[in-house]
C-alpha cells in the first residue's frame, strides 16, 4: 500500500467529503451515476465524479482504513469530521 497513492486519492475527495459520503461511495448496489446525483449538487458534475471515482478506489483497494486515519488525525478538519472517521473505523475494524 502506497500511503503517497492514499494521500493523493484522499486529496481528490476531500477528507470532509470522504467521511461525510462514506457511505454512499461504499454502496457497491449504486452505480457510479446514482452515486453523484446523491452528493451535495452544488458542486459541479465534474467534481462530484472526481470525488466518486478517487473514493471508490480507495475503498475497493483496501485503502479506506488508511485515509480514515489520516482523517481522524488530520488538525485540518474540524471536529466532527475527525470523530466521524473514528466511528466509521470502529464500525469497519468489527466487522
Known amino acids: ?8 486519492l484522499l486529496q481528490s475527495v476531500g477528507m470532509r467529503a470522504f467521511v461525510e459520503y462514506y457511505d454512499v461511495f461504499a454502496d457497491d448496489s449504486l452505480t457510479n451515476q ?26 475497493e483497494e483496501g485503502l479506506a482504513p488508511a485515509a480514515l486515519e489520516l482523517v ?16 466509521i473505523l470502529d464500525e469497519l475494524r468489527s466487522m
Do not use: F, W, Y
Open 1 to 8: 500500500m502506497s500511503d503517497q497513492r492514499v494521500r493523493r
Open 34 to 59: 446514482q452515486a453523484v446525483d446523491r452528493l451535495d449538487s452544488a458542486e459541479d458534475l465534474g467534481g462530484r465524479r472526481v470525488r466518486v471515482n478517487c473514493a471508490r478506489h480507495l475503498i
Open 72 to 87: 481522524a488525525a488530520s488538525k485540518r478538519v474540524d471536529p466532527v469530521t475527525s470523530e466521524g472517521a473514528r466511528r
